[in-house]
């Protein structure tokens, strides 16, 4: 396996263990939606992206989308956005 298909294959591990999560909580949720905070929050899926003498040090939710994107792409997951706030919720409960 070369370096590129090892970290795909880490990332939709990742992806896959977030779907597992949201399954688990959407219970909890009206209509089963979970709300994107509550994922990046519990599972502390905000990293800062910027080299450390760069002046920024802010975490950000890079990782969260790139995750929830690899769950849209594969029909995982739905999104929704209700005002300014996202939720998802599984495909197939």
């Known amino acids: 396996m070369n370096h590129k298909d090892k970290i795909h294959g880490l ?8 779907l ?3 399954r688990e909580r959407e219970s ?3 209509d089963r939606w979970v709300p994107a905070v ?5 599972l502390q899926l ?7 003498n760069s002046g920024h040090d802010d ?3 890079w990782l969260f989308a790139i995750l929830a994107r690899k769950l849209e792409d594969t029909e995982s997951v739905e999104y ?9 919720r599984s495909t197939k409960p």
């Open 80 to 88: 929704k956005l209700d005002g300014n706030r996202a939720y998802y």
């Open 20 to 22: 597992t999560f949201i």
């Open 38 to 42: 509550e994922i990046k929050s519990t």
């Open 11 to 18: 990332l939709d591990e990742c992806a896959q263990t977030m």
């Open 46 to 52: 905000n990293f800062v992206p910027y080299p450390k």
């Open 59 to 61: 975490g950000k939710g």
């Open 28 to 30: 909890l949720h009206v």
